[in-house]
């Protein structure tokens, strides 16, 4: 499995470095790329409608100075740390998906799930621009395989870690976390709480849950404006 997974990865990455190395930035990437660097510099997020994860994670190599490093004027050899990034981001999507799909199902479903993935035309698009795409199909993935897997109302440190992820969730796409949201009600409802991990998600974890897309929707839509 190592080596086929290697493999898939392999191609992935390459068909993304070069897609990378060969188009040109997009407007959007323009976009992110300077929202991400003035966020990182103390400044307030200008955008209304998407968080500030992906443009935050994307800004870092900018502003620890990688893109100096590149000699080239061309801006799309400029942003390539940045994009790099957004490709790290799809290669861990792979390997949870591989990991995911070998628990469930076994290992060759496991190899199919992430050959499938790696080589989908709308990942591949996607896999080097300074976008949020990747990042939220993998920020979305993880929680939602997290609740399936177990139940994080069995210890603290379980519901901190979905929690978190959550939080991931919500800083990704704020619309999304409502989907999101019906779907562990919907998936949790079929027994009347229980999940595959033998526990069930009591009323804390529900409030917890609750509280983080609380939280984050006033912090970011309500409070924001006052700053």
Known sequence: MKVALFCI????????????????LTYDEVFYLEE??????????RDPYNPPLMPILTGLPLIAGLDTLIRSPLPMY?????????????????????IVGARIFGTPVGLV????????????????????????TLFFFSPSVYLYDSS?????????????QQGMQSEQKLRHSYLSFLFQLRYCGKKRGA????GSLNRGAWCYSALVRLF???????????M
Not at 152 to 164: F, I, T
């Open 195 to 198: 999940c595959r991990g033998g």
């Open 36 to 45: 991400g660097r003035g966020i990182l510099m103390g400044a307030v997020s």
């Open 113 to 136: 799930a992430a050959f499938l993935l790696a080589f989908n035309p709308n990942i591949l698009a996607n896999s080097h621009y300074v976008t949020s795409d990747v990042g939220v």
């Open 152 to 164: 994080p109302a069995r210890h603290g440190r379980e519901v901190c870690s979905w929690g978190l």
């Open 78 to 98: 400029k942003a390539f740390p940045a994009r790099m990034v957004t490709v790290t981001l799809g290669v861990i999507l792979l390997v949870a998906t591989s």
């Open 9 to 24: 990865l392999f191609s992935f990455v390459a068909l993304s470095i070069g897609s990378a190395l060969s188009e040109s």
């Open 216 to 226: 984050y929707f006033c912090g970011r839509y309500t409070f924001s404006g006052l």
